[in-house]
C-alpha cells in the first residue's frame, strides 16, 4: 500500500525557535498534501491544503505566516512553525493523495514547545 | 462552513457485542469516508461512499450512507478487541473542495473482553 513517512516523529523546542516537520510519499507521487493538526482525544482539523509548485491553501483561521508550508515536490511537503509558542503543541499529521480520494496518513509529528 | 456531527463520543462494549457510529453533515456530501486510529497511531482508511444509499460491507463492519448523502454510519457486528481504537467519518463537499476532507469528532471505541 502507499506509504507515508513524517520525520521528525517527535520534537521538543524552546519557545520562540522554529521547527520543520517532512512529510514524503515514499512510493507514490502525491498530487496534494493535506496538513492536519490534531488534539488530545479530539478529531484531526484541517489546516492547510497544498499541491505540488503552488501556494498552499490555508483555513480559516490558520496563519499562514506562522505555519509555513512548502510543497517542493510530488513527494515532499514540508510544514514550519515559526516562533513557535506553548500553545502550538500538538500532533501535525500529514496526508497525501494520489488518486480521487484516498488520503494516506504519516505517522505523526508531536510537537512540545517548552 | 461544513460541519460533521459524530456520535456517540465514546463507546464501551462487551467483546461480541454490536457497535454503532453515526455521522451527520450539515451540508449534501459528495463522498464520505471512514477512518481508524489505533491508540497511538494515525488515521487509516477503511472505505469511501459516494452513492445515495449506498450501503458496502466489510467482513463485520457495515457503512451506510444516507439517501440525502448527509448522513452516514458505521456498523461493527460481533466486535472482537482488535476493534479497539477511534473511528472518524470525514466529509468531502466535491466542486472545489475536492479532496478536502472535514473529519467528524471521532467515537472511542473501548472493547472488553
Known amino acids: 500500500g502507499a506509504v507515508v513517512s513524517q520525520h521528525p516523529s517527535r520534537v521538543i523546542c524552546k519557545s520562540g525557535t522554529s521547527v520543520k516537520i517532512e512529510c514524503r510519499s515514499l512510493d507514490f507521487q502525491a498530487t496534494t498534501m493535506f496538513w492536519y493538526r490534531q488534539f488530545p482525544k479530539q478529531s484531526l482539523m484541517l489546516m492547510a491544503t497544498s499541491n505540488e509548485g503552488s501556494k498552499a491553501t490555508y483555513e480559516q483561521g490558520v496563519e499562514k505566516d506562522k505555519f509555513l508550508i512548502n510543497h517542493a515536490s510530488l513527494t515532499l511537503s514540508t510544514l514550519t512553525v515559526t516562533s513557535a509558542h506553548p500553545e502550538d503543541s500538538s500532533f501535525y499529521i500529514c496526508?497525501?493523495?494520489?488518486?480521487?480520494?484516498?488520503?494516506?496518513f504519516g505517522p505523526g509529528t508531536r510537537l512540545t514547545v517548552t | 462552513g461544513q460541519q460533521v456531527m459524530q456520535i456517540p463520543q465514546y463507546q464501551h462494549v462487551q467483546e461480541g457485542e454490536d457497535f454503532t457510529t453515526y455521522c451527520n453533515s450539515s451540508?449534501?456530501?459528495?463522498?464520505i469516508q471512514w477512518y481508524k486510529q489505533r491508540p497511538g497511531g494515525h488515521p487509516v482508511f477503511l472505505i469511501q461512499?459516494?452513492?445515495?444509499?449506498e450501503v458496502k460491507k466489510q467482513k463485520r463492519l457495515t457503512f451506510q450512507f444516507g439517501e440525502a448523502k448527509k448522513n452516514s454510519s458505521l456498523h461493527i457486528t460481533a466486535t472482537q478487541t482488535t476493534d479497539v481504537g477511534t473511528y472518524f467519518c470525514?466529509?468531502?463537499?466535491?466542486?472545489?473542495?475536492?479532496?478536502?476532507?472535514?473529519f467528524g469528532q471521532g467515537t472511542i471505541l473501548t472493547v472488553h473482553p
Open positions: 451540508t449534501t456530501l459528495s463522498n
Open positions: 496526508s497525501a493523495s494520489f488518486v480521487a480520494y484516498e488520503q494516506y
Open positions: 470525514a466529509g468531502s463537499a466535491g466542486g472545489t473542495s475536492y479532496g478536502k476532507l472535514t
Open positions: 461512499l459516494v452513492k445515495s444509499g
